[in-house]
T-cell receptor, first 115, second 113 residues
Framework: EAGVVQSPRYKIIEKKQPVAFWCNPI?????LYWYLQNLGQGPELLIR????????DSQLPKDRFSAERLKGVDSTLKIQPAELGDSAVYLC?????????????FGPGTRLTVL | GNSVTQMEGPVTLSEEAFLTINCTYT??????LFWYVQYPGEGLQLLLK?????DKGSNKGFEATYRKETTSFHLEKGSVQVSDSAVYFC????????????FGKGTRLSVIA
């Protein structure tokens, strides 16, 4: 069974440029998460989707970040414009549904470097 | 608020040594507790979990016991191997079911032969 797929694995851009990350969750998983992991820190939730609905986006900086999950499957996270402080690893995870008994499966992440 | 504090690394051990990585938590409710592991170049993987006090999670020789009285969930392994070299994250999730995982900062373990 394929795991969570993310692309690209690495991205280097200059500040003020836009960037987008793509995630393909495990087939059949209704819940999708985007986490931000800064260097030396644990992941922090940016947004959680139940199917195509964003049910928790309280930590998403909406002035520059946006996300979508069309048709409740793949998801895209966008930053426009990127700032130096956005350099981090962006993790996508999925689970069958929300709840403590539903294990979250993580992708390998996209490492973003903003110059 | 909810938070997780785990011992800072890096931790370097010789093969077959005993491992302890300390983890304590603060939670407004009654959490479930997790250990995740991140091997080099790979995504986070659930290592073990415990959902109520005194539960012991175990997997691949690793164990952790949910201690409510000390708000702790320390990770232990009796004999580490080189292949255990990774970053280990302690995390919690409140039992309401709709709250996200809250992670500690991670502890890097290096096991040398």
């Amino acid at each position: 069974e394929a795991g969570v797929v993310q692309s690209p694995r690495y991205k280097i851009i200059e500040k003020k440029q836009p960037v987008a990350f793509w995630c393909n969750p495990i087939s059949g998983h209704n819940t999708l998460y985007w986490y931000l992991q800064n260097l030396g820190q644990g992941p922090e939730l940016l947004i959680r989707y139940e199917n195509e609905e964003a049910v928790d986006d309280s930590q998403l900086p909406k002035d520059r970040f946006s996300a979508e999950r069309l048709k409740g499957v793949d998801s895209t996270l966008k930053i426009q414009p990127a700032e130096l402080g956005d350099s981090a690893v962006y993790l996508c995870a999925s689970s069958f549904r929300s709840g403590i008994d539903n294990e979250q499966f993580f992708g390998p992440g996209t490492r973003l470097t903003v110059l | 608020g909810n938070s997780v504090t785990q011992m800072e690394g890096p931790v370097t051990l010789s093969e077959e040594a005993f491992l302890t990585i300390n983890c304590t938590y603060t939670a407004t409710g009654y959490p479930s507790l997790f250990w995740y592991v991140q091997y080099p170049g790979e995504g986070l993987q659930l290592l073990l979990k415990a959902t109520k006090a005194d539960d012991k999670g175990s997997n691949k020789g690793f164990e952790a016991t949910y201690r409510k009285e000390t708000t702790s969930f320390h990770l232990e392994k009796g004999s580490v191997q080189v292949s255990d070299s990774a970053v280990y994250f302690c995390a919690l999730s409140l039992n309401s079911g709709n709250t996200p995982l809250v992670f500690g900062k991670g502890t890097r373990l290096s096991v040398i032969a």
